[in-house]
């Protein structure tokens, strides 16, 4: 059973950035690729990005892409992303997924006030 859990929400101006944090637990972490999704009050969830095993293949979804950077420390069994000029439609809850296990964390709420 793998365990995930988010960090680093908040509430931050238009322009601003944060960093998120997911945790991974139960299992080898540098041996699983890792995605993000996000969900905005009223939409589906989507797909914001994914990183493989070792960081070489990354994918961005084109409303983030130039804005959002994932990275993982396969050491620290944590992935990130790093979120830079973040805009209002920005605004959802955050969630790391492990697709091998079709496990989700709680998510973490990111709120871009303009």
């Known amino acids: 059973q793998v365990q995930l859990v988010e960090s680093g929400g908040g509430l931050v101006q238009a322009g601003g950035s944060l960093r998120l944090s997911c945790a991974f637990s139960?299992?080898?972490?540098?041996?699983?690729?890792m995605g993000w999704f996000r969900q905005a009050p009223g939409k589906e969830r989507e797909f914001v990005g994914s990183?493989?095993?070792?960081?070489?293949?990354?994918y961005y979804a084109d409303s983030v892409k130039g804005r959002f950077t994932i990275s993982r420390d396969n050491a620290k069994n944590t992935v990130y992303l790093q979120m830079n000029t973040l805009k209002p439609e920005d605004t959802a809850v955050y969630y790391c997924?492990?697709?091998?296990?079709?496990?989700w964390g709680q998510g973490t709420q990111v709120t871009v006030s303009s």
């Open positions: 990183i493989s095993w070792n960081g070489g293949t990354i």
């Open positions: 997924y492990v697709p091998r296990f079709r496990s």
């Open positions: 139960g299992r080898t972490f540098s041996r699983y690729a």
